[in-house]
């Protein structure tokens, strides 16, 4: 089975708390606060590399976590960052949240994208000294990492895409140009799952998928249906496996009909640049051949004239390589001039970071508050803490929340949460 698509659990590191700590001398007999700060956990990132083929490693391990950040320490010491996690992934996986949005296509070798940032380190003791509060005695947690399901989807397997009906030989040339063993049989759909092989082109290696046959309705789901387009989607550049065999009118209708499916499944296809090869020519009487090539070239126009072929003969081969290298030569000069490869596109961002930036909701019989900056102090702030409460009810305060609270209607008494804390406004 081919591992293209894999859930995935990601998890950031948790921050490291700060520290309360006191500076301690010899003949100094209350020295100042000390205590550092917790180090932000890792991120985790995904990054798109050629060394990986599949998400096959995925089938296996579902959770990954980054490294948490080291806690703070007396003497101005700061924790250690924690360790970011990388994780590769093929050049074309698409990744997307539980709900199925897009976060980021890592179609580019060395794409990346933070799928999970790690949480925040908390401040130490030393950042709450004020002239009058000299001697804090309180310091933050650390936050935890964020943490979400993934869905990965490899959708560029290949540069290459072979196409076309059941039985016209895809397998067969897949296997006459590479190493890979595809099962071949003489009824259709013998294909289930795409096969891959690697040619050398040019002194390059490019990688041809197999693709299970389309029949006429695939777009519509008839056949194996249009499960397997995806893939195509994005090959460089198309091959057109048409039967010979049956004489000029079958092949041409035979291309149309493929055509027709693979534009009904994504009309940009008509975008890709491709060539035909007319298989089986071994059983192609002489004086048909030029008929039927011709009518497969009026069938499917293309820059290199149609191929004649044979797969089981080996036949022809050669010619399928040149036009591939012309082809895909091609594709890339005009990829390059109208600058395409629009690379990865990250979507995650840091939250909004000012504690002043909050709105005030109802919630229930009391109210909730919300903001990024604010949600983090009061989740990082040693609730247990007499001074730690007083601290956080300054910086509150100082940006406005019981202005606002008031206005949105709060009375002494009513509950207040602010993340997963609740409090009372008094
Ligand atoms: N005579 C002859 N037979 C061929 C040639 N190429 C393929 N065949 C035969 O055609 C039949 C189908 O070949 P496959 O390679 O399995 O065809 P496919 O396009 O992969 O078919 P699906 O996987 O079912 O879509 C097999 O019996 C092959 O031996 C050829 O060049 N000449
Ligand atoms: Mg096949």
Known sequence: MLADRAKINVRGGHGGSGCVSFRREKYIPRGGPDGGDGAPGGDVVLTATRQVADLYRF??????????????????????????????VPVGTEVRDADGKLLADLAEVGAQVVVARGGEGGRGNVCFATATRQAPRFAEHGLPGQELWLQLTLKLLADVGLVGLPNAGKSSLLAALTRARPKIASYPFTTLEPNLGVLEVEGRPVVLADIPGLVDGASRGVGLGDRFLAHVERTRMLVFVVDGSEGAAAAAEALTTVQRELLAFKPALSETPAIVTVNKVDLVPAGDLDDVLRAAGAALVTTVAPVALSATGHQGLEDVVAALGQTLAHAETTA?????????????????????????????DGFRVKGGALERLVAKADLDNREAVEYVQTVMEKAGVSTALRKSGAQPGDAVLIGEQEFEFL
């Open 59 to 88: 089938r296996r391990q579902h959770h990954f976590r980054a490294g948490n950040g080291g806690h703070g320490k007396g003497d101005l010491r700061h924790g250690a960052d924690g360790t970011r996690l990388e994780l590769p």
């Open 336 to 364: 390059a001039r109208r600058g395409d490869e629009d690379g990865a596109r990250v979507v995650l961002r840091p939250a909004s970071d000012r504690v002043a930036s909050f709105s005030v909701l109802k919630e229930g």
